[in-house]
């Protein structure tokens, strides 16, 4: 069974940064990604990265958030610079295989103060 450990959550002050990382324990990923759900909203796409390092990015976070992957590691990142308040959600890694099954990591809490 693949397991996806999330690291790099916590507390920071609005203009802050915050370094988010998954790796998995096996395998090769064709798409890596991060989605974020706030209380009493969905769970949105934040950013995604392809096999090939193809990148997507929501409009809110374009400019502000890098993702990048090791494919050596079955790890991605995710740089959150500039952070705001309304950044604030618990993170997930995703990871998709090529036969298009995914993979959830249990999530991180970012907590962005104003």
């Known amino acids: 069974q693949v397991q996806l450990v999330e690291s790099g959550g916590g507390l920071v002050q609005a203009g802050g940064s915050l370094r988010l990382s998954c790796a998995a324990s096996?395998?090769?990923?064709?798409?890596m990604g991060w989605y974020r759900q706030s209380p009493g909203k969905q769970r949105e796409l934040v950013a995604a990265?392809?096999?090939?390092?193809?990148?997507n990015y929501a409009n809110s976070v374009k400019g502000r958030f890098t993702i990048s992957r090791d494919n050596a590691k079955n790890t991605v990142y995710l740089q959150m610079n500039s952070l705001k308040p309304e950044d604030t959600a618990r993170y997930y890694c995703?990871?998709?295989?090529?036969?298009?099954?995914?993979?959830w990591g249990q999530g991180t809490q970012v907590t962005v103060s104003s």
């Open positions: 990265i392809s096999i090939g390092g193809t990148t």
């Open positions: 096996e395998r090769i990923f064709n798409r």
């Open positions: 995703n990871f998709r295989t090529l036969a298009a099954t995914d993979y």
